[in-house]
């Protein structure tokens, strides 16, 4: 990551003489004080109105502002939301738009988003994150204390354009005419979508993912699209767990983005499983 070096203006108070004695200091309203930027490449990038990616991002450190978004009841019921605020907050410039602001941030896909939130973390306090996970087994819990610095970063090709992820399932979709649909195109996910079924997931993680792949389901076989829309989440409760896992790993794991899933081994009874990234104390000191 490389420190953008961004001094502030010094505005000296202008004195201006009156006749005689008489002495008047005009102070003009001092610029707000900029702090040093932090400029990191979007793994995915920002699609403008015209349709140009733009992956070089400007962060600043978070403030005391940002702390109080990240206490605002209303955000306490949607991290998406609260997401999006914080990074309207801090995202101080993407590609050649200064202060994007929150539609911007809405905008932006989830795989940029986590990024950022990963950068955030590191500029603000440091890369070190302690985080502790317990055995689905034994319950053991163990402490890991991750560089995340280091963590690996997929990326999409410099200058492509996000590509529509193409799934092929085993099972597949049986429509009631009795009609296998095996290939589903999906979008990438963005802060937007996840805002919407944040509510939903909230409620059930299970219903959440649904409500989340129907929003960015663009295909399925040569099913017409208005009968996909008519279908909305009931196709992704028709599907086989072995298929939704299929799904899952295309849209998480090899998507472009931080990996945030990591193999630890359980010091109780020795078993191998593998964790997602715990991202409650994310945004705190550790
Ligand atoms: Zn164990």
């Avoid at 932090?38 to 992956?55: A, I, Q, S, T």
């Avoid at 450190?61 to 998406?80: F, H, L, P, V, Y």
């Avoid at 996910?189 to 059930?204: C, F, L, M, Q, Y």
């Amino acid at each position: 990551m490389r420190i953008l070096d961004r001094k502030e203006t010094d505005v000296d108070a202008t004195i201006i003489e009156e006749e005689e004695t008489v002495l008047a200091v005009e102070t003009p309203p001092e610029p707000a004080r900029r702090q040093a930027g932090f400029e990191c490449e979007l793994p995915v990038g920002y699609v403008d109105e015209d349709g140009r990616v733009h992956r070089t991002a400007v962060l600043r450190k978070m403030t005391g502002r940002d702390e109080a978004i990240m206490a605002d009841r209303r955000n306490r019921n949607s991290g998406a939301r609260m997401m999006s605020e914080l990074l309207a907050s801090c995202l101080v410039e993407l590609g050649n738009v200064e202060n994007p602001g929150l539609a911007v941030a809405q905008t932006l896909y989830s795989a940029d988003r986590y990024y950022l939130l990963m950068k955030l973390r590191e500029i603000t306090f440091g890369s070190e994150l302690t985080a502790t996970y317990s055995c689905p087994t034994c319950k053991e819990s163990v402490t890991l204390v991750e560089d995340i610095s280091q963590l690996e970063v997929r990326r999409v090709e410099p200058g492509a354009f996000p590509e529509e992820i193409v799934i092929d399932l085993e099972d597949g979709y049986v429509d009631r005419a009795g009609e296998i649909y095996t290939t589903f195109v999906f979008r990438q996910p963005t802060g937007a979508d996840e805002e919407k079924i944040s509510a939903v997931a909230r409620e059930n993680a299970s219903r959440g993912k649904n409500a989340l792949m129907a929003r960015c389901l663009v295909g399925v076989g040569e099913m017409p699209k208005a009968r996909i829309e008519a279908l909305g989440t009931s196709i992704f409760n028709d599907l086989t767990l072995g298929d939704r896992a299929l799904i899952d790993r295309a849209l998480n794991e090899d998507g472009p983005g931080v990996a945030m899933t990591r193999p630890v081994t359980c010091p109780g009874c020795g078993r191998d499983y593998e964790v997602t990234l715990d991202l409650s104390n994310f945004l705190r000191p550790s």
